[in-house]
């Protein structure tokens, strides 16, 4: 593949070496752990944002040479470790301090799933409405965020079509630091190829992000 390998939009990571008949996971930790991220019981603090942010604080070395769910592990227990809710001495001993309380808050088995299921989409209404509809012409802001932001450094500053509004949704910059969801309107908008990486972009390929309203501004 001609797609370079990205980190929060950067490029210089090399190609993407796809996996032939990939499974979903590489070792059986991986599952194990994917159910229990989904189940355990998580800081009241803690939401999609978030979780992208605290990854996205990794040290660069550390976060290049883990994997997926290395990761995953690395947030999930960060986030417990900072809400008081376990102690690094239980994380390395594998069991709680003698002594404490006994908790009986975690998920039942037959709840998992409908959890799962019936998981917040993020979906919220404004009374404002839409700033762009489909068809304006929009530029993305060139953004210098120190913190999170759902738009790739490759799509700062370009050109591209709002194709469809996609409702309102919690803001990633705000909702990751816990100042509030401050909701904004999202639309998916088509940016070509050549826009982001110039003439040797294969000349028919288009890109789609769904960006918030504060991420764009008209033409």
């Not at 409908?114 to 409405?129: M, N, S, T, V």
């Not at 050549?194 to 028919?204: I, N, T």
């Amino acid at each position: 593949m001609n797609s370079l390998h990205d980190m929060g939009g950067m490029h210089g990571f090399g190609p993407i070496e796809p996996e032939h008949d990939e499974p979903v996971f590489h070792a059986a930790w991986e599952a194990r752990f994917f159910g229990l991220a989904q189940s355990c019981t998580a800081p009241e603090w803690a939401n999609e944002e978030n979780w992208r942010y605290t990854a996205e604080c990794m040290p660069p070395a550390l976060y290049l040479s883990t994997s997926y769910y290395e990761r995953w592990y690395y947030v999930v227990t960060l986030q417990l470790v900072d809400s008081g809710m376990v102690t690094m001495d239980e994380l390395s001993a594998g069991h709680a301090e003698t002594g404490l309380p006994r908790r009986d808050d975690a998920m039942r088995p037959e709840d998992v799933w409908p959890a799962i299921r019936g998981a917040d989409a993020g979906i919220r209404e404004l009374e404002q409405p839409p700033r762009f509809s489909a068809g304006n012409q929009v530029r993305t802001c060139n953004l210098n965020s120190q913190g999170h932001t759902r738009l790739p450094r490759y799509a700062r500053g370009k050109v591209g079509v709002i194709k469809a509004h996609r409702g309102a949704n919690a803001l990633p910059e705000s909702n990751a630091k816990g100042l509030g969801e401050n909701p904004e309107h999202v639309y998916s908008v088509e940016l070509l190829a050549s826009e982001l990486w110039g003439s040797q972009a294969a000349s028919k390929d288009k890109v789609y992000l769904d960006l918030w309203e504060s991420y764009l501004e008209p033409i």
